[in-house]
């Protein structure tokens, strides 16, 4: 038998529990000092002026940053002669009591002959007369989750054993259907003119730690021995990939207007939503809701959930190099406003929940004050306050005076119809009127 000598037992023990006790600071006194990258600077120290300097200098710049140190380097899929296509499976043209078009359609994305399958779930108004813009979103618990039609298909792919009943194991079953409803207000989108595609996110990847061998990464084998393990794509750029060829469909189905395609993602959907915006400039316009760490909120105030909190927890979702920032947020090399700034000048919605200080509020509405500066480069504000004003709006006064939409719901970590408002809101006055 091994003999431990009692000290260095202890210190084991010791040593595990610190590594697993983590004690979020909610307290804003508390937040460490730090400073911010300056999103308009380029990498010799001159300032951006210019939306034609920040698209050939700033935004590649900062687009490899993010790549390097936090999501990771996706395939790109012209160099990797990637083929999407689309196959309508089922259609029902009087769905929702016959409000909506209902399509099931299998998305195929093809790399050296070897192919993944994803579901879209897809609906359109029955009274549209022609393209609609329409939203895109992935969905945690799969498509039959999102309405109770017992006509939807349930996905064979993996899925989180939920122990409520939903799942059996690691498979989706039909007690799931519906499940989910309360965050899909299908009639009311349709009914406000605009189109719903949605996917379950784990036909694109699942979500676990397994090493690049399943799902989207899987497909790209070669590609992926041959890339960077520091920096090779994590699950949240996987799920962006996927989103991207999802709209590579909808630029050639006659329902969805794909020049008005709203990425759309609650919490790691979210940070999805945000990367996807950032890396696939055709979405026209981007929702953040409830992203919080690793999304909207910024990493340096070290706020509810941390950077090495998150990879402790997820170390899949982020590339490797991540890791380096482990209690050590001030050496990355960017903030998450950075990645807002991405995404200008288009339209780009954050939302936070006023009991959900794990995603940092405040910090997710920070990065959107510091993400303006690149939206007023193209003549646009961004989140439209005078003079950049830190303070933070009150729960439920949206603030939608610019290209940056924010809003603070009174709830929980969730997305809810009052999200969904806000969103069509924004819609109807930025992409409705084109
Ligand atoms: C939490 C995680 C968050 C958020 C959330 C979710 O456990 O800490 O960053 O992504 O999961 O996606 O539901």
Redesign the pocket.
């Known amino acids: 038998m091994l003999r431990v000598p009692f000290v260095a037992l202890c210190a084991m023990f010791l040593g595990v529990t610190a590594a697993r006790s983590f004690e979020p600071n909610y307290d804003e006194a508390k937040i460490p000092q730090y400073q911010l990258p300056d999103t308009l600077a380029s990498s010799d120290g001159a300032s951006i002026t210019s939306s034609q300097q920040w698209e050939s200098v700033g935004r590649p710049a900062t687009l490899k940053l993010f790549q390097d140190h936090v999501y990771g380097v996706s395939p790109d899929p012209v160099q990797q002669n990637v083929t999407v296509q689309g196959k309508v499976v089922s259609r029902k043209d009087d769905a929702l009591g016959g409000r909506a078009i209902r399509r099931d359609i299998d998305v195929t994305v093809t790399h050296n002959n070897a192919s993944l399958t994803m579901q879209m779930l897809v609906y359109t108004p029955a009274s549209s007369q022609g393209p609609v813009p329409t939203f895109l979103g992935l969905n945690f618990q799969g498509n039959h989750s999102v309405d109770p039609d017992p006509a939807i298909r349930i996905p064979d792919s993996w899925m989180r054993n939920r122990n409520n009943g939903t799942t059996d194991g690691n498979r989706a079953i039909e007690a799931g259907r519906g499940v989910a409803a309360d965050r899909w207000p299908i009639e009311t989108i349709v009914g406000r003119g605009y189109g719903l595609a949605t996917i379950y996110y784990g036909d694109i990847d699942p979500d676990q730690d397994d090493g690049f061998q399943n799902g989207i990464h899987g497909l790209f084998a070669d590609w992926n021995a041959s890339a960077d393990p520091q920096t090779r794509w994590g699950s949240i750029a996987g799920w962006a990939f996927g989103l991207s060829r999802a709209l590579d469909f909808l630029e050639t189905d006659a329902q969805v207007d794909a020049r008005n395609v709203i990425v759309i993602g609650h919490?790691?959907l979210g940070?999805t939503a945000l990367w996807a915006g950032a890396t696939d400039p055709r979405f026209a316009m981007v929702i953040s809701n409830d992203s919080?760490?690793?999304g909207a909120a910024l990493s340096r105030r070290a706020f509810g959930?941390t950077v090495g909190r998150?990879n402790q927890?997820f170390p899949h979702w982020f590339n490797d190099r991540f890791q380096d920032y482990n209690e050590n947020e001030s050496a990355l090399p960017v903030d998450q406003h950075q990645l807002l700034a991405l995404i200008a000048p288009r339209p780009l919605c954050v939302a936070s929940a006023t009991e959900d200080r794990?995603a940092d509020p405040h910090g997710e509405f920070l990065s959107c004050v510091h993400a303006s500066p690149v939206y007023r480069l193209y003549g646009v504000s961004g989140i439209g306050l005078a003079s950049d004003s830190v303070d933070m709006p009150s729960p439920e006064q949206p603030l939608q005076y610019g290209h940056i939409s924010y809003h603070l719901r009174i709830g929980k970590h969730d997305l809810a119809e009052y999200d969904w408002l806000r969103y069509l809101d924004f819609a109807d006055k930025h992409l409705m009127k084109r």
Do not use: A, H
């Open positions: 919490s790691r940070k919080g760490c690793g959930e998150i927890s794990w």
